[in-house]
């Protein structure tokens, strides 16, 4: 494994996104013989994390290349959702933006990491493209 390239592309996922890296996270694993990053981002406003997306390749670098050749292009390939939810046991309603192909790949990112019952969705709404 490169270390520099892999801390590069890092560095260029979390400028592209216009985040630091206390809203970033970059989680890898091995899963069935391929290595998996998912790319979790932190809201500092509720301190909740989401998965932005995952993806899986032989190794870091190849996932982070696929990671940033996304970043690239998901604004014009996914549509934007709002979801309006609130943790278990908190009175105040939270909103977050989501891009996904459809309402359940939105859902799944909010609930990503959770127990299904942490969390209850008030709304989810596709946001009219321009």
């Known amino acids: 494994m490169d270390e520099f ?3 590069r592309l890092e560095r260029e996922i979390q400028q592209y996104l216009g985040l630091d890296t206390a809203q970033l996270r970059f989680d890898f694993r091995e899963l069935e013989g391929q290595t998996r990053l998912d790319l ?7 301190h909740q994390s989401f998965l932005f997306r995952f993806e899986t390749g032989r ?10 050749d996304y970043v690239k292009r998901f604004r014009d390939t996914e549509s934007s959702y709002t979801l309006q939810w609130r943790t278990r046991g908190d009175k105040e ?15 799944d990112k909010l609930y990503f990491g959770r127990d299904l019952n942490a ?5 989810v ?4 493209s321009s």
């Open 5 to 7: 390239e892999v801390a």
């Open 40 to 46: 979790v981002t932190l809201n500092p406003r509720h």
């Open 59 to 68: 190794d870091e670098v190849e996932c982070l290349q696929k990671m940033l």
């Open 93 to 107: 309603l939270q909103t977050s933006y989501f891009r996904a192909h459809n309402a359940y790949e939105a859902l």
């Open 119 to 123: 969390i209850t969705v008030f709304s």
């Open 125 to 128: 709404v596709l946001n009219p």
